[in-house]
């Protein structure tokens, strides 16, 4: 059984030192030229500045469309928007509804609004799912 034990350490060092050693690359970054780099550069910012306003959006809008092709599944889906935004012209409803709420409110006695708080409250319960309902302590 010793034996065991012993064979079992001399492989799990074993293992540990060679990833390790693997892990310790001390290769040297390959060389930049950096006046090449600095070229570029300033090649680019000149042909930037040499663009008319139409010109830059277009350019503008071709790099974000070559952005968002190059995306993968996961990114995609992060980059969605989990909420929905209204056109323009129905802000002014939501304004109006929101008054006519805001009303409505001011107009209760402190029972009924403690009333409608409570209900407010059990319909947000009811529609947790049972691990929402496990994390809120319900």
């Known amino acids: 059984m010793n034996k065991k034990l012993i064979a079992?350490?001399?492989?799990?060092?074993?293992?540990f030192a060679s990833a390790s050693a693997?892990?310790?690359?001390?290769?040297?970054p390959a060389p930049v030229d950096q006046a090449k780099l600095?070229?570029?550069?300033?090649?680019a910012k000149s042909k930037w500045g040499?663009?008319?306003?139409?010109?830059k959006a277009a350019t503008r809008k071709a790099m974000q469309a070559k952005k968002v092709s190059e995306l993968s599944a996961v990114e995609l889906a992060g980059q969605e928007s989990d909420t929905n935004t209204a056109p323009a012209g129905?802000?002014?409803?939501?304004?109006a509804d929101r008054d006519a709420a805001k009303a409505t409110f001011d107009k209760m006695t402190p029972e009924e609004r403690a009333a409608m708080k409570k209900s407010a409250?059990?319909?947000?319960?009811?529609?947790?799912?049972?691990v929402e309902k496990m994390s809120v302590g319900q």
Request: hydrophobic fraction near 50%.
């Open 38 to 43: 600095k070229a570029e550069r300033d090649a």
């Open 50 to 55: 040499a663009m008319s306003a139409e010109e």
């Open 121 to 130: 409250q059990a319909k947000k319960l009811s529609e947790l799912t049972m």
């Open 90 to 95: 129905d802000a002014a409803k939501f304004k």
């Open 22 to 28: 693997i892990a310790d690359d001390k290769t040297p």
């Open 8 to 15: 079992a350490l001399f492989a799990g060092a074993f293992a």
